[in-house]
């Protein structure tokens, strides 16, 4: 039932133009980061070869473009879970869904599912933008993974964060802003970091730029895995309660 769910969640993302529109918007603007790293990386070649040790295409282009598309989805995943569970009840069809023989994990789990089908394809389309320097250029296919599985962990993390805040929400434009609020504060929570006086561990333990950040530089450690994992499966969790109560309620 999980999967039948996340598959007809998945077919219906790409039958609104929701999906089609925010593809091609983040297929251009990442297309267009990424030719002007490749640009800069162009100029400097020449003086990086005088240096010993400097970065290499992988620092230069592969690194800063997955943390752009990062900051993207943050901006995007919003609208992409804004809908999931919110809609449903704006729309009088939560009950109906409800009352089906499936059980509320099974609908969470196969809505989350369905969303993060569409953010793997964002990942591997992104990905494709790198492997095209093969063409030239030498990567470093152990950073190019760390890059990969950094972007995967976040945009799962998005999107159950996405969808417990749909599960309360009652319009998908208060769930989008609210999700988008969420996320921004746990992306910029240890900004006080900087001032050594003003360092909190629990901000930088809480701060899902920070984790994906160690994840990107190659170092995959299991305590920034572990947080991404405990977030999303906390969020999940919590977006089953919701529903828990829902059904109570009906």
């Given at each position: 039932?999980?999967?039948?769910?996340?598959?007809?969640?998945?077919?219906?993302?790409?039958?609104?133009?929701?999906?089609?529109t925010v593809l091609a918007i983040l297929q251009f603007i990442l297309a267009f980061l990424f030719l002007s790293q490749v640009?800069?990386?162009?100029?400097?070649?020449?003086?990086?070869?005088?240096?010993?040790?400097?970065?290499?295409?992988?620092?230069?282009?592969?690194?800063?473009?997955?943390?752009?598309?990062?900051?993207?989805?943050?901006?995007?995943?919003?609208l992409l879970t804004m809908r999931l569970i919110c809609e449903e009840r704006r729309n009088k069809t939560l009950s109906l869904?409800?009352?089906?023989?499936?059980?509320?994990?099974?609908?969470?789990?196969?809505?989350?599912?369905?969303?993060?089908?569409?953010?793997?394809?964002?990942?591997?389309?992104?990905?494709?933008?790198?492997?095209?320097?093969?063409?030239?250029?030498?990567?470093?296919?152990?950073?190019?993974?760390?890059?990969?599985?950094?972007?995967?962990?976040?945009?799962?993390?998005?999107?159950?964060?996405?969808?417990?805040?749909?599960?309360?929400?009652?319009?998908?434009?208060?769930?989008?802003?609210?999700?988008?609020?969420?996320?921004?504060?746990?992306?910029?929570?240890?900004?006080?970091?900087?001032?050594?006086?003003?360092?909190?561990?629990?901000?930088?333990?809480?701060?899902?730029?920070?984790?994906?950040?160690?994840?990107?530089?190659?170092?995959?450690?299991?305590?920034?895995?572990?947080?991404?994992?405990?977030?999303?499966?906390?969020?999940?969790?919590?977006?089953?309660?919701?529903?828990?109560?829902?059904?109570?309620?009906?």
């Amino acid at each position: 039932m999980i999967l039948a769910i996340a598959a007809r969640e998945f077919k219906t993302l790409f039958l609104s133009p929701m999906a089609w529109t925010v593809l091609a918007i983040l297929q251009f603007i990442l297309a267009f980061l990424f030719l002007s790293q490749v640009e800069t990386f162009t100029m400097l070649q020449p003086k990086l070869t005088a240096i010993e040790g400097a970065p290499g295409l992988t620092d230069i282009v592969v690194t800063p473009l997955f943390g752009n598309a990062a900051i993207i989805l943050l901006l995007a995943t919003p609208l992409l879970t804004m809908r999931l569970i919110c809609e449903e009840r704006r729309n009088k069809t939560l009950s109906l869904l409800l009352s089906a023989p499936v059980s509320n994990g099974d609908i969470i789990i196969g809505k989350y599912l369905g969303t993060l089908g569409l953010l793997l394809l964002i990942i591997l389309l992104t990905a494709l933008m790198p492997l095209s320097l093969l063409a030239g250029g030498e990567l470093d296919f152990g950073k190019l993974f760390a890059n990969m599985l950094a972007l995967l962990l976040l945009v799962s993390t998005f999107a159950a964060i996405g969808l417990f805040v749909s599960c309360l929400a009652g319009h998908p434009t208060v769930a989008a802003l609210g999700t988008f609020g969420l996320l921004l504060v746990l992306w910029l929570i240890d900004w006080t970091t900087g001032i050594e006086d003003q360092r909190s561990e629990l901000f930088e333990y809480l701060s899902l730029l920070r984790h994906f950040q160690n994840i990107q530089t190659g170092l995959i450690s299991s305590a920034d895995i572990s947080y991404f994992l405990l977030v999303t499966g906390t969020f999940i969790l919590l977006s089953i309660r919701r529903l828990d109560n829902d059904r109570l309620q009906k």
